[in-house]
Structure formats: structure tokens, C-alpha cells
């Protein structure tokens, strides 16, 4: 199993581009979430996702958008970059009603 | 609004002493609360806590939820320096797998 994988680990963009931060997890998990984590803040959830196409909105979800077509794949996609939104993002997946939750790798992304 | 606390924020020891993290909280429909270990990559899971009182353990580390006091400790014993890392505490709510973090614990020990 190779667990969560993110793509990219790094990424650079202009003020105003978007992309798509992309997430999958071959363990058949029910729940994935999307978090940022910012220097002395923890992590902060963005958006989540129970099953697939069911999804909602964490504690910062401003700017961002989610869907959840199949169970494997989670992607995280930023409209209109902003600087604000330079931070390390991690996605996270687990079972349904076990609580434990396994992280990717993080895309570390810069907006200038 | 759910919120979770961890004190101290940063801790600079040496190696061989004893730390106690400290994360508490106040959330509704309280489910579990977890104790994650980051080391400049991904944070990887350390323990999670349902039940008041029950010690959780691991080698050196252990951890214990108070459901009353709506709080955790996290202990370390003989710290060693690839103890080094941040320490995150998070808690769920419902039977959603929303994860609340608290801020993190830098723990830094020097030899």
C-alpha cells in the first residue's frame, strides 16, 4: 500500500493562478480531510469529506474548493492564489468511526 | 466554538529529563483525542484516548485523558534527542473524522 500520496511536494504560483493540489489513499478510507498548517497555529482544517460525494467545510475554507468523486482521490483546488494562503497542506485520510487519521507527505506551497 | 490548547508552546530540555505536554479542550460531542509526533514531514500518530483515566504507553512515552477536567497529558520519560519534534494534540467531535488541533508543542532536547 503506498498509504496517502500528495502531489506536488512543492509548488510556486502567482497571485491570481489556480491549481489543483492533488490527494489520493489506496486504503479504502472513508474520511478525508484537508489541512493547513501554518507556523505556530497546528493545523487547520479546510474541508473534509465522509464518502464520496459528500463533502464540507472545516474551519478555513474560504478560497478553496473540494469534491470527492471516487473514495480514493480528495483534490484540493485554490481558485485565485493569495499570498495568505502560502502554507504546508496536508491531506489526511481514515476509517469510518476509528478516529485515527494518516497524513500525507504536505505540498508546500508559496504564493507571491 | 471547539477549540484546543496546548501548553507550554515551546520546551528546550536536555537529554534524560522528564516532560509533561499538557492539551485541553472544549468541544462538543466530544469523541476521542489524539496525540500526534512531527518531525519536519508528516505528523505521525502516537496515541488516542477515549476513556477517562486509562494510561496509554508506548516505551518511554505515555498518555492519560481526563474527561472531567476536559484535558490530556503527554509524557515523556529519559528524553532523547530524536524526541525532538513538534507534539500535536487533537480531538474529534462527532463521527465526522474532523480532527481539531491545538497549536503544537515544540519540544527541543539538547545532549
Known amino acids: 500500500n503506498a498509504g496517502v500520496t500528495q502531489t506536488p511536494k512543492f509548488q510556486v504560483l502567482k497571485t491570481g493562478q489556480s491549481m489543483t493540489l492533488q490527494c489520493a489513499q489506496d486504503?479504502?478510507?472513508?474520511?478525508m480531510s484537508w489541512y493547513r498548517q501554518d507556523p505556530g497555529m497546528g493545523l487547520r482544517l479546510i474541508h473534509y469529506?465522509?464518502?464520496?460525494?459528500?463533502?464540507d467545510q472545516g474551519e478555513v475554507p474560504n478560497g478553496y474548493n473540494v469534491s470527492r468523486s471516487t473514495t480514493e482521490d480528495f483534490p484540493l483546488r485554490l481558485l485565485s492564489a493569495a499570498p495568505s494562503q502560502t502554507s504546508v497542506y496536508f491531506c489526511?485520510?481514515?476509517?469510518?468511526?476509528?478516529?485515527?487519521?494518516?497524513f500525507g507527505p504536505g505540498t508546500r506551497l508559496t504564493v507571491t | 466554538e471547539d477549540k484546543v490548547v496546548q501548553s507550554p508552546l515551546s520546551l528546550v530540555v536536555h537529554e534524560g529529563d522528564t516532560v509533561t505536554l499538557n492539551c485541553s479542550y472544549e468541544?462538543?460531542?466530544?469523541?476521542?483525542l489524539l496525540w500526534y509526533k512531527q518531525e519536519k514531514k508528516a505528523p505521525t500518530f502516537l496515541f488516542m484516548l477515549?476513556?477517562?483515566?486509562i494510561e496509554k504507553k508506548s516505551g518511554r512515552l505515555s498518555s492519560i485523558l481526563d474527561k472531567k477536567e476536559l484535558f490530556s497529558i503527554l509524557n515523556i520519560t529519559a528524553t532523547q534527542t530524536g524526541d525532538s519534534a513538534i507534539y500535536l494534540c487533537?480531538?474529534?467531535?462527532?463521527?465526522?473524522?474532523?480532527?481539531?488541533f491545538g497549536q503544537g508543542t515544540t519540544l527541543q532536547v539538547k545532549p
Open positions: 489526511a485520510s481514515g476509517r469510518a468511526f476509528s478516529y485515527e487519521q494518516y
Open positions: 486504503m479504502n478510507h472513508e474520511y
Open positions: 469529506s465522509v464518502g464520496a460525494g459528500i463533502t
Open positions: 468541544v462538543t460531542n466530544f469523541r476521542s
Open positions: 477515549t476513556s477517562s483515566g
Open positions: 487533537a480531538v474529534t467531535s462527532g463521527n465526522t473524522g474532523k480532527l481539531i
